[in-house]
């Protein structure tokens, strides 16, 4: 069965800094990946998908991804986090029927 | 493009009363809606899977008389909570995955807050 770890509860960095989230899954065959962010209180934005093709993935508001098949990975990375980057992200694995398992969430937290 | 909207964005009710939510794409047409329901600092929780025209899949440990779901057309999908009870307080969130979307696509809704008191 397909799964998705995200070993941090919560992240702190400061306003400029630069910023990975860590994302591992367990999927039996080409995995289709997704990273959302979640305001409080609010639903789900994509950030970024992989399908298939190259594995450097370029997102909105400045995010990138990188797929590592051998590590079965995909890390969230930004190289300067501003403060409206505050939010909860998702990282998600593409299923049967178009299912979605999500992680367990990461918390970001910007220092100013 | 690609917006869902969901109806009500919060709602509070009696206990034992029932509540709907509506959730609609509002540019696009949706193959298949998923309701999701989200404690507080917990991940999301996939509750049921709904194509138009057809009857939802309910995950498992999901009770379907208790959350009914009725996928009308491709564009509308609503959830109702029946005899609505404070442990059912949650946010609940929907997605709508396109028709031309890739696989596992979803774009999902604001949410809604329901409070049972």
């Known amino acids: 069965a397909q799964s998705v770890t995200q070993p941090d509860i919560h992240i702190t960095v400061s306003e400029g800094a630069s910023l990975e989230l860590r994302c591992n899954y367990s999927y039996g065959a080409t995995p289709y990946l997704f990273w959302y962010v979640q305001s409080p209180g609010q639903g789900l934005q994509l950030l970024l998908k992989?399908?298939?093709?190259?594995?450097l993935v370029q997102g909105i508001k400045g995010f990138e991804a990188e797929f590592k098949r051998s590590q079965s990975s995909f890390n969230l990375r930004k190289p300067s986090v501003h403060w409206s980057d505050a939010a909860e992200y998702f990282c998600?694995?593409?299923?049967?029927?178009?299912?979605?398992?999500f992680g367990a969430g990461t918390i970001l937290r910007v220092k100013s | 493009g690609a917006v869902v909207s969901q109806h009500p964005s919060w709602v509070i009710c009696k206990s034992g009363t029932s509540v709907k939510i509506e959730c609609r794409s509002l540019?696009?047409?949706?193959?298949?809606m998923f309701w999701y329901r989200q404690f507080p600092k917990q991940s999301l929780m996939l509750m049921a899977t709904?194509?138009?025209?057809?009857?939802?899949?309910?995950e498992q440990g999901v009770e379907k008389d208790k959350f009914l779901i009725n996928h009308a057309s491709l564009t509308l999908s609503t959830l109702t909570v029946t005899s609505a009870h404070p442990e059912d307080s949650s946010f609940y969130i929907c997605s709508a995955s396109p028709l031309a979307g890739g696989p596992g696509e979803q774009f999902f809704g604001p949410g809604t807050r329901l409070t049972v008191l």
């Open positions: 998600a694995v593409g299923g049967y029927g178009n299912k979605l398992v």
């Open positions: 540019d696009f047409q949706a193959t298949t």
């Open positions: 992989y399908f298939s093709g190259d594995t």
């Open positions: 709904s194509n138009e025209g057809s009857k939802a899949t309910y």
